[in-house]
């Protein structure tokens, strides 16, 4: 009977046995007997069941003694904790096994090392009855034993996985979630190592942990052992991929972050293992080739169909891998629900916004969208944890599992170390609480008491400010909310944006800014890169090449850094609003801004007026400008051939003259963007100069549509500088003279069956020019996020007035 094995193979387990071997070990057999036939690699193993664990504790009396020592406690007192923990431990490492399932385990070890090789290395991991399941991670609160060799060792392992169940955090993680420790009860899965130890290995995600994103898969990789990932001891490799376009047989990596990984963890002697520094010309590349990325991202969305068909749910899944150094192979080593995003009942997001800024202190990597405020109180060790009170934000050089009892108490949570999957950023996403990884000088820049604010609402990017400031917290509930007749689009700037905001009730971007991924992304003028290799030979440039050589790191070829750069950034925008028309405007630098990029100073010329001079379409056929133009192109080629996002459509902004427009159209074609060879393709242009109304039948012979920049249109029409203070109350958007040639451009796109849409900032401000805009038929809308939950409701009403005239 299944009930009453000591010792049960990964072939005979499946998600009904988690009361029999814990979460963890049901998953591992059902993937080995499910998945490995549709060609995922799970290495091969035992469990040591439940049940034999409840035999140990019955035959050795510790029960009792268990249920004596915890009498009393109190669980938020963490010396008591401590205190009460390390006598349980102690009992349970000082009990013997019997005799029985002592050679029940060294009996299936044998039976392994004949499958493998004699003494074979194996990892010994903790798995809870309770353990993985939905609603409760229990991720860490157990031990794992590594590169474990011979019957000996193992017995000694698994004594300390029993004794696992009884950490502190163990302890106070039952305590919080309402678990009996005696309903609880100790599986030990035992599982052939793949030795990343000579390669890498890590964590992935088949949702975007921060912002419940679920159309990708997020990697982290590094070198060595996956603990050094999990434990958040190194800033690893990040790489995104797109769902949808990958089931399609697309390349469809759409983000690539070089991390740190300063250090990994490899195989030590006598059944142990060690922290060793990574060479630099290893820490420079990426932990993994793209195929690589690939073939895991096939994995992990097999993975989450089977389990999510297995759970008769959507159920994105948490999934640990590694590569096998001496095989080149990649292998599974364990899969559990994600907890944190799929268990929300209703669609409602909280809308974090600062009032005001103040002084940066640091910035590290944002966990989470929230934003907390509280005196920060900096700990070196867990022996300091009765420092924290409640509402303190705990800043560390990095935390383990060791940590999570205080944890819960902080208000936020900053971290020398780490990376979005590391142990800091996992907890504190299952509390619902900020934190900021890997700032990398926290605990020498802040002091115990400094009053501070924790703000991850702005994307990627975690700010840590002097001072308690303060925010909104808006609650949105998407089921509430109009659904207007009109097309409403949003304008997106940074990508890492993109993913925050797609959620939001929208049929696509109607403006996504290249020119925000180069500033923000890129920081380099595109001809320092192209001109690269004759910049190193003069002597005056290096130190700008050492900047250069910095930013590019694992790049040989500059110009691929900038297309790869620029693809990845358009890609995680089309990514989030797939698979609606993604809009993206070719760059709109003036010379004053691209001379404030790496090597800007070299190509740009002093203007007395940016804003009228050398700009938008007119530098893309210059001399000066066309190879870096050229590069925009290939990057939005790529996204669209190689990565598959045909719902992202180009456009060409500030273009003065009809012969601008055929020079520009042409050098599109060369650069490979043809709608000859690609029927689906369209190319927009930026309606904003008075000229592009007064002969837009002509233009629209070029384009499939116009997108209105009102600012610009307002600016031109009425000979106002949009950058002075002393004229800007001359006149606005809302004049009678722009009135008159948005509608103009209006009717004459529509009568041409053409795209009309608007993306400037008037509608937000002027009520009354949507009411103009929606009675003259524009087509789309497009609103900066922070103005799409109001503008629902403003169009709404106005399209009800204008029905009810």
């Known amino acids: 009977m299944k009930e009453k094995a000591l ?24 993937m080995y007997s499910g998945l490995k036939a549709s060609g995922i690699e799970v290495p091969n193993g035992f469990a040591i069941t439940a049940y034999a664990y409840r035999l140990f504790l019955q035959k ?42 002592t050679g029940e385990i060294k009996k299936a070890y044998h039976k392994l090392c004949e499958i493998y090789e004699e003494d074979t290395d194996v990892a010994v991991r903790s798995s809870a009855t309770a353990e993985d399941l939905p609603g409760a991670s229990f991720a860490g609160e157990q031990e794992t034993f590594l590169n474990i060799s011979g019957g000996n060792n193992l017995l000694g392992a698994v004594r300390k996985c029993f004794a ?151 159920q994105p ?40 800024t103040g002084k940066i202190i640091t910035k590290g990597i944002a966990v989470g969208t929230k934003i907390a405020e509280g005196s920060a109180k900096v700990l070196k060790t867990t022996k300091e944890i009765n420092k924290i009170q409640r509402g303190d934000v705990l800043v560390t050089k990095i935390t383990d599992p060791d940590w999570e009892p205080v944890m819960k108490v902080a208000s936020a949570i900053v971290t020398d170390e780490g990376g979005r999957t590391s142990h800091a950023a996992i907890v504190s996403r299952e509390l619902g609480i900020p934190c900021v990884v890997g700032t990398r000088n926290a605990t020498a820049v802040l002091r115990d008491g400094d009053e501070i604010t924790v703000d991850c609402s702005t994307g990627d990017e975690g700010i840590i400010y002097e001072g308690k400031l303060k925010f909104s917290v808006t609650a949105h509930r998407l089921r509430d909310l109009p659904k207007p007749k009109t097309k409403i689009m949003v304008n997106i700037g940074t990508p890492d944006e993109a993913f925050k905001y797609f959620y939001l009730p929208v049929e696509g971007v109607g403006l996504g800014r290249i020119e925000f991924i180069i500033n923000n992304v890129i920081k380099i003028h595109p001809n320092a890169l192209i001109n690269f290799k004759t910049l190193k030979k003069d002597p005056k440039n290096a130190d700008l090449i050492e900047k250069l050589e910095r930013q590019t790191k694992g790049y040989q070829d500059k110009k691929e850094f900038y297309i790869d750069k620029l693809s990845e ?66 990057a939005i080629l790529r996204v669209r051939v190689k990565m598959g996002f045909s719902n ?19 050098i599109i074609n060369e650069f490979g963007l043809s709608r000859e060879r690609d029927s689906s393709l369209k190319i927009y242009m930026m309606c904003e100069i008075p000229s592009n109304v007064i002969l837009a039948e002509e233009f629209l012979k070029f384009f499939d549509g116009f997108s ?33 040639l948005i509608k103009e451009a209006i009717e004459v796109c529509l009568s041409k069956n053409k795209y009309i849409g608007i993306c400037g900032q008037a509608p937000s401000d002027f009520p009354d020019f949507t009411e103009f805009l929606i009675k003259n ?29």
């Not at 009498?71 to 029985?100: C, F, H, P, Y």
């Not at 603990?227 to 790489?239: H, L, M, N, R, S």
């Not at 691209?594 to 210059?622: D, I, T, V």
């Not at 087509?779 to 005239?805: A, H, R, T, W, Y």
């Open 7 to 30: 010792i049960l193979w990964f072939s005979e387990l499946s998600l009904k046995d988690v009361g029999l071997v814990g979460g963890k070990n049901a998953s591992l057999g059902e």
């Open 60 to 101: 050795a009396g510790l029960e009792g003694k268990i249920k004596e020592i915890l009498l009393g406690l109190k669980k938020d007192d963490v010396g008591d904790l401590r205190t009460r923990g390390e006598k349980i431990r102690n009992l349970i490492l000082q009990a013997e096994l019997s005799s029985e399932l």
């Open 164 to 314: 696992s169940l009884f950490t502190d955090r163990a302890i106070s993680y039952r305590e919080d979630k309402g678990f009996s420790h005696f309903k609880v009860y100790l599986s030990v899965g035992v599982q052939k190592m793949a030795r990343s130890d000579l390669a890498s290995s890590g964590v992935a995600f088949t949702i975007d942990t921060e912002t419940g994103f679920d159309k990708v898969v997020i990697i982290n990789s590094s070198y060595g052992l996956g603990e050094i990932v999990v434990q958040g001891k190194v800033t690893p490799d990040e790489f995104i991929v797109f769902k949808p376009a990958l089931e399609e047989g697309f390349a469809a990596i759409i983000s690539k972050k070089l991390g740190e990984k300063n250090t990994r963890i490899v195989y030590g002697q006598n059944n142990s293992t060690k922290e060793e520094k990574v060479p630099k010309d290893l820490k420079d590349k990426f932990s993994l080739r793209e195929e690589e990325v690939l073939i895991l991202s096939k994995w992990c969305v097999k993975i989450e169909k089977y389990f999510s068909e297995k759970y008769g749910k959507y």
């Open 317 to 356: 899944m948490d999934i640990e891998w590694a590569k096998d150094g001496k095989l080149n192979k990649l292998f599974i080593i364990q899969a559990r629900p994600e907890t944190v995003h799929s268990e929300k009942k209703e669609k409602v997001f909280d809308e974090y916004k600062l009032l005001k």
């Open 569 to 634: 950034g358009i890609a995680k925008i089309a990514s989030s609003f797939w698979p609606h028309d993604v809009i993206i405007r070719f760059s709109d630098f003036k010379t004053n801004e691209y001379r404030q990029l790496l090597g800007g100073e070299l190509y740009e010329p002093q203007e007395q007026n940016p804003m009228l001079g050398f700009r938008g379409a007119s530098r893309y056929y210059s001399p000066e400008f066309r190879q870096a133009f050229g590069l925009e192109c290939q």
């Open 648 to 666: 992202v459509i180009p456009m060409v902004p500030f273009l003065r003259t009809l012969e601008e427009a055929e020079k520009v159209i042409n």
């Open 708 to 740: 209105i920049g009102s600012n610009d249109l307002a600016q031109l029409t009425l000979g106002i500088d949009r950058d002075s203070n002393i004229v800007d109350k001359v006149g606005n958007e809302n004049d009678k003279a722009v009135r008159k």
């Open 777 to 805: 038929r524009i087509e789309s809308i497009s609103l900066n996020p922070d103005s799409i939950f109001k503008m629902l409701n403003v169009i709404s009403q106005v399209e009800k007035n204008i029905g009810n005239l």
